[in-house]
């Protein structure tokens, strides 16, 4: 509580609250009102952003806890897509990741610093596919599918991580392939051992490459493993090595031939 004297032939005098921690709040006080009338709150320190199509178009806007003090910090340019604009705060709400088609027909990826006056970066761009994955301290982690890239070239999928505070971008992870054009490239070598169940040696070992762009290429890769039944007793197993796009590790058994 705390007493203050205004001019006496005041019925009402403005004032302004500020003490650390908190938003600094502006009241009218009443000359001789009760404690009711002269009670006020006060809301902690803090800003709050969010996206908001309340003009007519995808804007990032920045408010008070209390939702006081609305702000517009990027104007929406009317290109963006509802269903794909993202906005991804960091634990201690530093910096902010946007995902925005702010212009032509692919998203940007974009940094946002509310540490300095809310400062725009761009942090990946292109003909490509963003998805935000998620902060990790300062580290802005997210997944870009190139579309300028072949399924049968290396890197069109890559995880990324870019760090806030430097401004670099460290390649975390990405596909692997060869091949030379849409009709030959290979996602994964995959080894088929095929072992004497009495003995445990190795007969035979044979690389195999999956032509995994192709439909049904499971039962291509099938129909040559039959051409093995013969050597007995067919205990086959077909081992991943390699991308994701290969067959899980199964077993096959078939009858001695």
């Known amino acids: 509580m705390a007493n203050l004297v205004i001019p006496s032939d005041a019925t009402v005098q403005a004032a302004t609250i500020t003490t650390s921690g908190y938003n600094t709040a502006r009241v009218n006080i009443t000359a001789a009102g009760d404690l009711a009338k002269n009670t006020f709150a006060v809301t902690p320190a803090g800003r709050l952003y969010f996206l908001s199509n309340l003009s007519g178009k995808i804007d990032v806007v920045k408010t008070n806890l209390d939702g006081t003090d609305r702000q517009t910090v990027l104007a929406g340019t009317g290109n963006e897509d509802s269903g794909s604009t993202s906005l991804l705060a960091s634990r201690d709400w530093k910096y902010l990741a946007l995902l925005s088609r702010r212009s032509g027909d692919n998203a940007s990826v974009y940094l946002i610093d509310t540490t300095n006056n809310d400062k725009l970066t761009t942090i990946d761009q292109g003909n490509a596919d963003f ?13 870009v599918t190139r579309n300028t890239i072949s399924n049968w070239q290396a890197g069109q999928q890559a995880l990324k991580s870019f760090d806030a505070t430097s401004g670099e ?41 999956l032509q995994l762009c192709r439909p049904g290429f499971r039962e291509a890769g099938r129909a040559r493993l039959d051409r093995c039944r013969r050597v ?11 991308s994701g796009h290969a067959d899980r590790l199964h077993r096959h058994r078939h009858p001695a031939v």
């Open 169 to 209: 971008t460290l390649l975390l992870d990405q596909t692997q392939a060869s091949g030379t054009d849409q009709s030959n490239w290979m996602g994964a070598a995959v080894r088929l051992a095929i072992s004497d169940g009495q003995s445990g040696s190795v007969r035979q070992e044979l690389e195999l490459q």
């Open 131 to 143: 998805s935000l994955v998620g902060w990790s301290g300062d580290n802005f982690v997210y997944q």
């Open 232 to 242: 007995e007793p067919q205990d086959r197993q077909i081992i991943r090595r390699g």
